[in-house]
Every structure is written in structure tokens, then in C-alpha cells.
């Protein structure tokens, strides 16, 4: 099942100057992956989102592109990062 997302990000105090919201797709819902980071305690409270949605999204782009050169060195690491932290 594929989840679509719409992102949002504000530069906090600045709210004269525009978001930048872009589309995304994730074979795994966000919202749960944030929770499951949350209870697994590997950062803080605070933390959890950013690591949860960043890893995902960066995840998703190193897949679609792990045969360049430039996402060949990530695709070693991060799945196993994101593998580990779904594991807790």
C-alpha cells in the first residue's frame, strides 16, 4: 500500500515568508513510523519526528536511485540503519 504525504515546513517566526510544501510517497505510513521511533527511545521526544520522517524520506529517494554512483555508498548504510531502528 502506498501512503501520500503532503509536507510542510515554515520557518518558525518568519511566517510573512512562504512554506515550501512538497508531495511524497511512502510504502510505510509516517505517522506510525514516528511513533514506533517515539517508543522505541533511541532519541529524545523532540527528536523523534525529524529521525523518523528524515530517515524515511532520504529512504525512499536512496531506493529509487541506489544504482548511481552518487546513492551507492548511502544504499550500504541506511537501509540497515532504518532496519536496526524498526527492529527496537
Given at each position: 500500500?502506498?501512503?501520500?504525504?503532503?509536507?510542510?515546513?515554515a520557518?518558525?517566526g518568519?511566517e510573512?515568508?512562504?512554506?515550501?510544501?512538497?508531495?511524497?510517497?511512502?510504502?510505510?505510513?509516517?505517522?506510525?513510523?514516528?511513533?514506533?521511533v517515539?517508543?522505541?527511545?533511541?532519541?529524545?521526544?523532540k527528536?523523534?519526528?525529524?529521525?523518523?520522517?528524515g530517515?524515511?524520506?532520504l529512504?525512499?529517494?536512496?531506493?529509487?536511485?541506489?544504482?548511481?554512483?552518487?546513492?551507492?555508498?548511502?544504499?550500504?548504510t541506511?537501509?540497515?540503519?532504518?532496519?536496526?531502528?524498526?527492529?527496537?
Amino acid at each position: 500500500m502506498t501512503h501520500h504525504y503532503t509536507i510542510s515546513i515554515a520557518a518558525a517566526g518568519k511566517e510573512h515568508e512562504p512554506a515550501l510544501v512538497f508531495a511524497v510517497e511512502s510504502h510505510d505510513d509516517l505517522v506510525a513510523t514516528v511513533e514506533r521511533v517515539r517508543s522505541a527511545d533511541i532519541v529524545s521526544e523532540k527528536e523523534a519526528p525529524a529521525l523518523a520522517i528524515g530517515l524515511k524520506l532520504l529512504g525512499e529517494v536512496i531506493i529509487r536511485h541506489r544504482d548511481e554512483p552518487m546513492f551507492a555508498e548511502l544504499w550500504k548504510t541506511v537501509p540497515g540503519l532504518i532496519k536496526s531502528i524498526k527492529a527496537r
